[in-house]
């Protein structure tokens, strides 16, 4: 079982651009949008501010990378009620095994800070997790699975 990689978000607007009330609707809205691109397994919440956290069940960071691409993609296009456009930031890690909750939390804020510092509106992955380390271990195998897009 792969561990839960993390995708941290950070809204492009703040609260002081449009008030307090817009941006509450802003922030409302942006969970909906997120909510209908996630999968049910999924789980998001607010990490603080303008922040959310998505923990992407049974994924490793490739195709967590995946799916934060297409959130990024879905809030860019969506045109928000109170404000218009709105653009998110995204950095990915998945979790390692033994490292702490408080390491993991910390290099996906540090994917964030490098996607937010690259120009926002963009995703930033950490390339380290537990999936690389349980594919090395099993060596090659008989058995070759090709995925399709179509699969989904």
């Known amino acids: ?9 950070a809204m492009g607007r703040d609260h002081d651009t449009y008030g307090h009330q817009a ?10 949008v997120i909510g209908t691109t996630i999968r049910s397994i999924d789980a998001v919440f607010r990490w603080g501010g303008e922040e959310f956290v998505v923990l992407a069940s049974l994924t ?3 195709d967590s990378a995946t799916l934060a691409e297409k959130l990024r993609a ?7 009620a109170s404000v218009g456009p709105v653009t998110i930031s995204l950095g990915v890690a998945e979790h390692i095994a033994g490292e702490t909750a408080e390491t993991w939390f910390h290099r996906v ?7 937010k510092g690259g120009g926002r509106n963009r995703v ?3 390339r380290r997790g537990s999936s690389d380390t349980w594919a090395a271990e099993s060596g090659l195998s008989a058995i070759r699975l090709v995925w399709q897009e179509a699969y989904e």
């Open 23 to 32: 941006g509450d609707c802003v922030l409302r809205e942006l969970v909906q």
């Open 74 to 80: 879905k809030v860019e296009q969506h045109r928000f």
């Open 124 to 126: 930033s992955v950490d």
């Open 60 to 62: 490793g960071y490739r």
């Open 109 to 115: 804020d540090e994917a964030l800070y490098r996607a």
């Open 1 to 9: 079982m792969v561990d839960k990689p993390l995708l941290h978000h």
